[in-house]
């Protein structure tokens, strides 16, 4: 009888053509795992983290952890086909410089992956003397910025993290408001006595906060110089239209339009038009003896 004695037919495997698995519909690791591993911006435990997830996903972890065995129904094409995506998303999160040093035509998934787990963990007491130097010079001045500043902060202490090397919280506060700026004086002073000390984060906002204000008072400072200096300039009579009156003034006493009106009219300003006739009295006088010519 054909497929057998018992009848049953002989099992078929699975062609790689006909074949389907979730991971097959995966070519581009970067929708998954968003950070790309570099040796000069050392992120591994996150991006391993991410990794091994994005792997278990998609039932392909078996091909970076030994511990997770190979399913015993997978046909031999197929597994070689997805040790090729998992070694692509390899390739597609990594730096060029890193991916310079890990690629091999005939690496397999897990040789990849543990190499670039050596290349990370290796050293480790070097780069964590690196890193101790780079964490105690940085400064303010060097970034442009205070968030910049705060972020190369914790970038370093994450990076120290994944080493087994965490920096305490209370000494990454300290170190913040140690290497300001003189401007912010005044308020590293206030975050280095509250106890017990803020975190990492509300020192961050509390110094901006602090930046923020004093540029909205210097705003406003400059708004108040220039609307004193336009009252200034507005209130300052003009040196040219002066002795256009006090000629006017002196005008009407000495043409004594022949009105005895216009002596008293000068009494009542004499303060405006002193010019006019050299005093109040003398203008008076001029005023009734042109009066008294006309008659």
Same mark, same amino acid.
Request: glycine share 10%; aromatic share 6%; charged share 20%.
């Given at each position: 009888?054909?497929?057998?004695?018992?009848?049953?037919? =002989?099992?078929?495997?699975?062609?790689?053509?006909?074949?389907?698995?979730?991971?097959?519909?995966?070519?581009?690791?970067?929708?998954?795992? =968003?950070?790309?591993?570099?040796?000069?911006?050392?992120?591994?435990?996150?991006?391993?983290?991410?990794?091994?997830?994005?792997?278990?996903?998609?039932?392909?972890?078996?091909?970076?952890? =030994?511990?997770?065995?190979?399913?015993?129904?997978?046909?031999?094409?197929?597994?070689?086909?997805?040790?090729?995506?998992?070694?692509?998303?390899?390739?597609?999160?990594?730096?060029?410089?890193?991916?310079?040093?890990?690629?091999?035509?005939?690496?397999?998934?897990?040789?990849?992956?543990?190499?670039?787990?050596?290349?990370?963990?290796?050293?480790?007491?070097?780069?964590?003397?690196?890193?101790?130097?780079?964490?105690?010079?940085?400064?303010?001045?060097?970034?442009?910025?205070?968030?910049?500043?705060?972020?190369?902060?914790?970038?370093?202490?994450?990076?120290?993290?994944?080493?087994?090397?965490?920096?305490?919280?209370?000494?990454?506060?300290?170190?913040?408001?140690?290497?300001?700026?003189?401007?912010?004086?005044?308020?590293?002073?206030?975050?280095?006595?509250?106890?017990?000390?803020?975190?990492?984060?509300?020192?961050?906002?509390?110094?901006?906060?602090?930046?923020?204000?004093?540029?909205?008072?210097?705003?406003?400072?400059?708004?108040?110089?220039?609307?004193?200096?336009?009252?200034?300039?507005?209130?300052?009579?003009?040196?040219?239209?002066?002795?256009?009156?006090?000629?006017?003034?002196?005008?009407?006493?000495?043409?004594?339009?022949?009105?005895?009106?216009?002596?008293?009219?000068?009494?009542?300003?004499?303060?405006?038009?002193?010019?006019?006739?050299?005093?109040?009295?003398?203008?008076?006088?001029?005023?009734?003896?042109?009066?008294?010519?006309?008659?």
């Amino acid at each position: 009888m054909a497929g057998g004695d018992d009848g049953i037919p =002989p099992p078929t495997h699975t062609t790689i053509v006909n074949a389907y698995h979730l991971a097959l519909n995966v070519t581009n690791g970067k929708a998954f795992i =968003p950070l790309i591993l570099d040796v000069d911006n050392v992120q591994y435990a996150p991006w391993a983290t991410l990794f091994r997830n994005t792997a278990k996903v998609y039932i392909v972890l078996d091909h970076i952890d =030994p511990k997770v065995k190979k399913p015993s129904d997978m046909d031999d094409d197929l597994w070689d086909r997805l040790d090729a995506i998992v070694l692509q998303w390899l390739y597609d999160t990594i730096s060029k410089d890193l991916l310079l040093k890990v690629l091999d035509d005939n690496a397999t998934a897990f040789e990849t992956w543990n190499l670039i787990r050596k290349i990370f963990q290796d050293n480790k007491g070097t780069r964590v003397v690196l890193l101790e130097n780079q964490f105690g010079n940085v400064r303010l001045e060097n970034y442009p910025s205070l968030d910049d500043y705060c972020q190369a902060l914790k970038n370093i202490t994450d990076k120290r993290a994944t080493m087994g090397h965490p920096v305490s919280e209370e000494r990454l506060v300290l170190q913040l408001v140690g290497k300001l700026d003189a401007e912010y004086r005044t308020i590293a002073t206030i975050i280095r006595q509250t106890n017990p000390l803020p975190s990492f984060e509300e020192a961050c906002s509390t110094l901006d906060l602090d930046m923020m204000g004093r540029l909205t008072e210097d705003d406003g400072s400059e708004n108040t110089s220039t609307t004193l200096l336009v009252a200034s300039n507005t209130a300052q009579p003009s040196t040219h239209s002066q002795p256009s009156l006090t000629h006017g003034g002196g005008g009407v006493g000495r043409g004594g339009s022949g009105k005895a009106g216009g002596g008293k009219h000068h009494k009542g300003n004499n303060k405006n038009y002193s010019r006019g006739g050299g005093s109040g009295s003398n203008n008076n006088s001029g005023g009734n003896g042109q009066g008294k010519g006309q008659q």
